[in-house]
């Protein structure tokens, strides 16, 4: 299985961008994708996740800014980043629990897009 992020880039304060990030290989269904996010030094932390039903949850920095999406039919989860700031700079990554058969479970990771809000 491999994911592939894109839509990372260089933004102005209060600008937009938009992730994307297609699962592909073997894959029997999808429970939950999710963006993360990771400062050099720091710890990888949740950004936001969607369940395979369309349930949501934000980290409390992000809430009412960004909005995470997923297309089922592609495999593929969206982070929609609007209001950005600099403190939002950091190497983006997603993430998606799923089931490569009805009994075999995993966790893939994408490779990372770099997000750098600044004027």
């Known amino acids: 299985v491999q994911l592939q992020a894109s839509g990372g880039g260089l933004v102005q304060p209060g600008g937009s961008l938009r992730l994307s990030c297609a699962a592909s290989?073997?894959?029997?269904?999808?429970?939950?994708m999710g963006w993360y996010r990771q400062a050099p030094g720091k710890q990888r932390e949740l950004v936001a996740a969607i369940t395979s039903g369309g349930s949501t949850s934000y980290a409390h920095s992000v809430k009412s800014r960004f909005t995470i999406s997923r297309d089922n039919a592609k495999n593929t989860v969206y982070l929609q980043m609007n209001s950005l700031k600099p403190e939002d700079t950091d190497v983006y990554y997603c993430?998606?629990?799923?089931?490569?058969?009805?009994?075999?479970?995993?966790?893939?990771w994408g490779q990372g897009t770099q997000v750098t809000v600044s004027s």
């Open positions: 290989g073997s894959i029997f269904s999808i429970n939950v």
């Open positions: 993430n998606a629990d799923l089931m490569n058969s009805p009994v075999e479970r995993s966790d893939y």
